[in-house]
Structure formats: structure tokens, C-alpha cells
């Protein structure tokens, strides 16, 4: 029986590797598959990838984004390409920590790997917002 995935993970497929010129992106799509689906925990059917031409993080490429319903959303740059294992490492674990988040929120410290020095945006899933007249605390 197939699950639904939960969780998305997308990849930009613009982002080009300053050293090579190379668009790594698909590459790094099937390789975090591969990876996911490897995962002895269920992991793969919890999640789905696929690819977006731009996340606006263009400077730090590749920019890998994590979105859950009601869980914070996150980039992360600085990704490598498919051949850095370390990275789709990174990334897969992030994505187990991420499925057992219930809101998605975690610090900086607390991310694997390299995901601790190269989030771009953690955008919480809930917006704050005053009834009308009201000021918002901070
Ligand atoms: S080209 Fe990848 S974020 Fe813009």
C-alpha cells in the first residue's frame, strides 16, 4: 500500500555549481531519492522531491527547501552536488528529524551536519496576527 508523503523536499534546478559550471540539481533530486528510499525507516514514502527553478537563493547555491503542513518551512544553501555524499547524508538526516518535528521547528544547534551553518530562511508555518485594532506583541 502506497502512503501519501507528508513532507516535501524541493531542489532548485537552476542553481549552477560555481566551480564547474554544472546545474547539479536533478542529479542531486535522484541521488536524495535514492538516498530517502535507502533509509530503513519508511522514510521515502514520507516524503517527496522534485525540483523548482529558482528559490531565490541564487548566491549559495544549491538551495534545498524542507515544507510540512503546519510545520515551519526551511532553506538551506550551500548543497552540493550529487557525488557529495555527505550532503544527501545530511539531508536525509534532516529529513528524519524533520518528519518527528510536530511543528517543524528546530535550532540551528540541533541540525545534522552542515545544516547547522547553511539555513538561508526558517519561515515558522503559523502567522501571527492581532484582531483588528490590536497591536501584535512581539
Ligand atoms: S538559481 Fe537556485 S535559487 Fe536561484
Redesign the pocket.
Known sequence: MNRTASHRITI?T??KDVSTGRRPGAELIQALRAGLAEARDGLGSDFSVGGAA?????TR???VGFHGVSKASYLFGDIGAAGSGDDVADLVAFARQYALLSDGWCSSVDRPGKLRRTTLARIPATLFAAPAGEEVQP
Request: charged share 0%; proline share 9%; hydrophobic share 20%.
Open positions: 532548485c537552476s542553481c529558482c528559490m531565490a537563493g541564487c547555491p544549491c538551495t
